[in-house]
């Protein structure tokens, strides 16, 4: 079995700073693609950024050059930075990853519980 765990939500003013964290654990073998996704009130979820198993990222335009994705291949764990956040980062965030489990000729994706982010003064 895989577990995804997030952490580090939480309220802030505008312009500051959070950082969220995930942890992925279980028989994993390998794993391709990590991401963060957020899901405001009344609006679909959202790619915010990703990473893959080379280290290429990728943001969404509403957070380029605020936000910062990393992985630990090591740890397998994902971390995002936010900083100047804003009230509209406003949202649930997921974290997402798409590995092959031990043993398991399939790739799967996995989604953790989500984690609330508010911004706001």
């Known amino acids: 079995q895989v577990q995804v765990v997030e952490s580090g939500g939480g309220s802030v003013q505008p312009g500051e700073s959070l950082r969220l964290s995930c942890a992925v654990s279980?028989?994993?073998?390998?794993?391709?693609?990590m991401g963060w996704y957020r899901q405001a009130p009344g609006k679909q979820r959202e790619l915010v950024a990703d990473v893959n198993l080379g280290g290429t990222t990728s943001y969404a335009d509403s957070v380029k050059d605020r936000f910062t994705i990393s992985r630990d291949n090591a740890r397998n764990m994902v971390d995002l930075q936010m900083n100047s956040l804003k009230p509209e980062d406003t949202a649930v965030y997921y974290c997402?990853?798409?590995?092959?489990?031990?043993?398991?000729?399939?790739?799967?994706?996995?989604w953790g519980q989500g984690t609330q982010v508010t911004v706001s003064s």
């Open positions: 997402n990853v798409v590995l092959r489990r031990t043993w398991s000729p399939n790739t799967e994706m996995y």
């Open positions: 279980g028989s994993v073998l390998n794993i391709y693609t």
